[in-house]
């Protein structure tokens, strides 16, 4: 180290001076990093490609650090779908990439590539797919980008960014009853605006912490981009070593924020004040307590995604369903996220609870998050959806209505036929 | 260079999921995306689009998916530039990696309207309002990015090293 006291940094700038060989960077500094993991899907991979093809080399940088899932209009939802993923499985097959996850090995991307142990603490990942900044949750840099990014990261193995600025997030407390992950990324979301972190890093930190899972914390670091945000993430804990010791034979790197680390605003956030939140349609931000919802009656309820579709969402839906019927006029569609989230909760008996209760479930997909398939809206049509969009025609038809909540308030929902707590069943 | 066009103009966050909603992502075809272009918001875009136009939009353009369908579907349609207040930054990526033109200008952002007649200096950076007639400046691009936009692109840089 040198005499001369560097600035301090966040933890993002860490990471990144680390890929980029460099002792340390400035906000607004361009720097080309080393690519742990490029990730892409069956909508944004034909595109990265075709790109890639352009470029002109036989192989891809390293065959075990790229990850195609294709999960979007999985399983093929009609014959251009079929021939999309066709197109990107063949590249696969003939770069011999090993992460290429198949129906039946397939996931919805951002609760597979955890689960799979691909990603670790202290990496640098790029992912064709805005949600990519799940993996934040790990301590870890990750972003979302286009295919071409994609295609250049799989050639070179390397992705030049700009050095964020951070917003700090310092959570304190326990968080109340029903009120989880989703709550609180709602709950921030609605008091920074859609565009209140733009182009910065998220951080979180604090002793709250210690009571937030891994499942909450994925789905907090997954909407990050929702706040417009570069990334989210949080400090590692032994929550997170343990997660990663279970899923991982990665080595991994702990990277913390310094002391005087510069921010461009520090925000602290009371757990115990979060109470259950819903945000209205058409953006993330039009953030209401359940208790200001109103009488909003619903068509259709989405428990799943990348967002809320893990064992701790799964079980907290069979809580509140358990011995409830779905109301009649509400179809309730349950999408565990994997594989093995889904032998997981048939082996839990949460499938007698949804079936008894009279909900659908499916095979992994992202299906109606992005209004592709599997639950699609009418005209008219109102869904509460445990998923992270709610922009016009996001789920189907454009006067159709996405309302975001946490799987405890989706549960709860469908049985009412109208948003509720499950304190009012 | 530079380019002349009549501006079409749009609000603030407007989001990927309009710009091409993913019902139509079955295909990475640019003529058959631009057909569908912007139809959830705004149903007579591509019926009044002509080739030159400039779409001019408030703050955080392109939020939400980074599906890159979303620039090429605004290029093929025959857009030219967008200028908006601010750009969701993989949206910004997306569209200097595939060539389409876009400027951050607050200023411009705010006071052209819809139908005003624009002429944009890409070397300088000024946007010429011919309609109101006053100028305003853009945000220049850093020199990485330039030499990403003289390569054509993110892919013909890579080429180049």
Known sequence: MSDIRRKGLTMTQKILASHAGLDSVEVGQLIMSRLDMVLGNDITTPVAVKEFRKIGIDNVFDKNKIAIVPDHFTPNKDIKSAEQVKYIREFAKEKGIVNFFEVGQMGVEHALLPEKGLVVPGDVIIGADSHTCTYGALGAFSTGVGSTDMAAGMATGEAWFKVPEAIQFELKGKPGKWVSGKDIILHIIGMIGVDGALYKSMEFVGDGLSSLSMDDRFSMANMAVEAGAKNGIFAVDDKTIAYVKEHSNRPYKVFAADEDAVYSEKYTIELSDIKPTVAFPPLPDQARTIDKVGDVKIDQVVIGSCTNGRIEDMRIAAAVLKGHKVHPDVRCIIIPATQKIWKQSMEEGLFNIFVDAGAAVSTPTCGPCLGGHMGILAKGERAVATTNRNFIGRMGHPESEVYLASPAIAAASAVAGRIASPDEL | ?161
């Open chain 2, 1 to 161: 260079m530079k380019i002349q066009g009549k501006v079409i103009k749009y609000g603030n966050n407007v989001d990927t999921d309009v710009i091409i909603p993913a019902r139509y992502l079955n295909t990475a075809d640019p003529a058959e995306l631009a057909s569908h272009c912007m139809e959830d918001l705004d149903k007579t875009f591509v019926e009044r689009v002509e080739k030159g136009d400039i779409m001019v939009a408030g703050s955080n353009f392109g939020c939400g998916s980074s599906r890159e369908h979303a620039p090429i579907a605004i290029k093929a349609s025959g857009i030219s530039c967008v200028i908006a207040e601010t750009f969701a930054r993989i949206f910004y990526r997306n569209s200097i990696n595939i060539g389409l033109a876009i400027i951050e200008s607050p200023e411009a952002a705010a006071d052209i309207s819809e139908g005003d007649m624009l002429e944009i200096d890409f070397d300088s950076g000024l946007i010429h309002n011919q309609t109101k007639k006053v100028f305003y400046k853009g945000a220049p691009f850093p020199e990485f990015m330039q030499k990403i936009i003289a390569a054509d692109g993110l892919i013909g840089y890579i080429k180049q090293k």
